[in-house]
């Protein structure tokens, strides 16, 4: 799809309520279900922090959905490859440990400072 931004929608996988996995007296069935994480239901997220997480995941896939209709698919396929090999090469041992210039460059991401850039 050609999505702008990620949708609001928390993801639901491995969240499940009380109501959802209890038993036939009400309380919690940990046989069938696992664990009770109580923190999962008491804390609920911000819909805003489910698509600050996504929103690299989103453009990604906005470029390769671009670059298919534009140029066919083995421009997605080139663009996947590169960033492939770019993650698995080591940089200049100038750089620190985490900085990628590489990916950046691949990303679009050299022109910007951010503060990873600086704070470690």
Known sequence: ??????????SSAGSASVLDTSNSY???????????????????????????????????ELKMNMARNMYGMHAPIKMAMERNLVTKARGPSMLPQRSNLGLDILAGKDESIDFEDFLN
Do not use: C, Y
């Open 26 to 60: 009400g309380l919690h069935d940990t046989m069938r279900f696992g664990m009770r994480q109580i923190a999962s239901e008491v804390s609920s997220k911000h819909p805003l922090e489910n698509r600050l997480a996504e929103w690299d995941n989103t453009q990604m």
């Open 1 to 10: 799809s050609l999505r702008l931004a990620p949708s609001s929608k928390a």
